[in-house]
């Protein structure tokens, strides 16, 4: 077994920031942007909703991706119980994406087609729906980022010359 803090390190950085970007900007919906929605009349809801879902389409499935590869990159480069953190941040990365593409996406057609006409009876339910799995991928975001702060700061394992914070890794 060899420590390589390197690049096992730069990879963490990675799947650090990219994973506490993803958490973040989910938390951020959570915590400002649903509330908000709440607050406000209806039509304003869905036409800021529908303009919102094409300005973070990109931006959020970038993230997504990069939080999928860096957290099982991770887990190919790490040894024992940091490949297993990271084995499961990678996991949760890859459901926050699942919830997004089976839960979240199909409801925004709802969305569009409201901005467009007339909003329903029985709305209410597939906003709620919406909000549930919105909450659902925040906390599998998060849960993530927790795992790869455990490796940083529970795991810590300590090379041969006792260098703290390197992370085993395959020779």
Known sequence: MRIMRTSAGYVHGAALLA?????????????????????VPMDVRLTFHTMMM??????????????ILTSFGLAIAARGRSRRLALGAGALTLTALLITVF????????????????????????IQRWELFHTLRTLAALAAFALLIAIAVVVRPVSRAGTPGAIEVRS
């Not at 094409?54 to 939080?67: F, G, R």
């Not at 839960?103 to 597939?126: T, Y």
Request: hydrophobic share 50%.
């Open 54 to 67: 094409k300005v973070n389409e990109p931006v959020m499935q970038s993230t997504m991706a990069l939080a």
């Open 103 to 126: 839960g979240n996406i199909p409801l925004h057609a709802h969305f569009r087609q409201w901005a467009a006409g007339a909003v329903p009876a029985g709305h209410a339910e597939i």
């Open 19 to 39: 994973t506490g970007l993803l958490a973040g900007a989910f938390g951020y919906g959570a915590a400002n942007v649903i509330p908000t929605f709440r607050a």
